[in-house]
């Protein structure tokens, strides 16, 4: 059994920062990409950024050069540095993993998710 565990949210004003962290545990091979998804009160699900497991990331245009993913493939984590945070950051930020969890099976995993709200 895989579980992503997501810690760092909170409160914090508007351009304030916060460090996301996401924990992958349990019967893990390997893991690909890992990223981040956010989804704000009456919106759908978005995408953030990812990286890929050589550290190759990519983000939406909406946080690009304020946010910053980073891994340690030692610790099966993920961090989202969240800078210059903005009101239309506030939402529910959820981890995402693809993980091997043998030679020929890989699978995307979710976290439960870690509110973060701005608001002065």
Avoid at 85 to 98: G, H, I, M, Q
């Amino acid at each position: 059994q895989v579980q992503l565990e997501e810690s760092g949210g909170g409160l914090v004003q508007p351009g304030g920062s916060l460090r996301l962290s996401c924990v992958a545990s349990g019967t893990i091979f390997g893991i690909n990409a890992m990223g981040w998804y956010r989804q704000a009160p009456g919106k759908q699900r978005e995408y953030v950024a990812t990286i890929s497991s050589y550290g190759s990331a990519d983000y939406v245009d909406s946080v690009k050069g304020r946010f910053t993913i980073s891994r340690d493939n030692a610790k099966s984590t993920v961090y989202l540095q969240m800078d210059s945070l903005k009101p239309e950051d506030t939402a529910v930020y959820f981890c995402n993993a693809n993980i091997r969890t043998s030679l020929t099976r890989a699978k995307d995993y979710w976290g439960q998710g870690t509110q973060v709200t701005v608001s002065s």
